[in-house]
T-cell receptor
Framework: TQLLEQSPQFLSIQEGENLTVYCNSS?????LQWYRQEPGEGPVLLVT?????EVKKLKRLTFQFGDARKDSSLHITAAQPGDTGLYLC???????????FGKGTKLSVKP | ETGVTQSPTHLIKTRGQQVTLRCSSQ?????VSWYQQALGQGPQFIFQ???????GRGNFPPRFSGLQFPNYSSELNVNALELDDSALYLC??????????????FGPGTRLLVL
């Protein structure tokens, strides 16, 4: 059983379109992180959300943490080919909690 | 770049062999975590080392073992390799202070293929 479910698993869109990726769980996390991973490389941290209901923006990316701290979403506005990659969400439990990752959403943005 | 380096970048082994992977943590970091990422999956936590001692372990058998050195670099050892051990092995370094771990930074990974 996957503790963190990400959807969709794959997403192929045209440049300029908007998209939302979801990360859902039945468990509560003390924080949730979003990473982007390119082939052959390690995940790169995009954002950490800590407070229920929190919204963070990073240029065209908007991250939201659910009120109950069980789910999160990543919205990309006007996607660009450079946004292509694997987007991973990861939940942490407690201050020393190790990260539990979802399977990821593989995004392809075509010019 | 995160400042976390891993070696080797790629490795091919056969079933039953043993392998050692290495990780140099970012300057100022005292904690290293190791993850296994199979193809099409998210990373799975193997274990974590803090001040040269293992202080957390995921659901991996004892043939997965590790070390952390005084300079906080780390090794992951896997004995009796199985085909399912083929994966990208990631290390992540972070700073633990007053019982709170700060952001983890990942290295580029070692791609292991077991034939």
């Amino acid at each position: 059983t996957q503790l963190l479910e990400q959807s969709p698993q794959f997403l192929s869109i045209q440049e300029g379109e908007n998209l939302t990726v979801y990360c859902n769980s039945s468990s509560v996390f003390s924080s949730l992180q979003w990473y982007r991973q390119e082939p052959g490389e390690g995940p790169v941290l995009l954002v950490t959300v800590v407070t229920g209901g929190e919204v963070k923006k990073l240029k065209r990316l908007t991250f939201q943490f659910g009120d109950a701290r069980k789910d999160s979403s990543l919205h990309i506005t006007a996607a660009q080919p450079g946004d292509t990659g694997l987007y991973l969400c990861a939940g942490a439990r407690g201050s020393q909690g190790n990260l539990i990752f979802g399977k990821g959403t593989k995004l392809s943005v075509k010019p | 770049e995160t400042g976390v380096t891993q070696s080797p970048t790629h490795l091919i082994k056969t079933r039953g062999q043993q392998v050692t992977l290495r990780c140099s943590s970012q300057s100022g970091h005292n904690t290293v975590s190791w993850y296994q990422q199979a193809l099409g999956q998210g990373p799975q936590f193997i274990f974590q080392y803090y001040r040269e001692e293992e202080n957390g372990r995921g659901n991996f058998p004892p043939r997965f073992s590790g070390l952390q050195f005084p300079n906080y670099s780390s090794e992951l050892n896997v004995n009796a390799l199985e085909l399912d051990d083929s994966a990208l092995y990631l290390c992540a370094s972070s700073r633990m202070s007053s019982g709170v771990r700060e952001t983890q930074y990942f290295g580029p990974g070692t791609r292991l293929l077991v034939l």
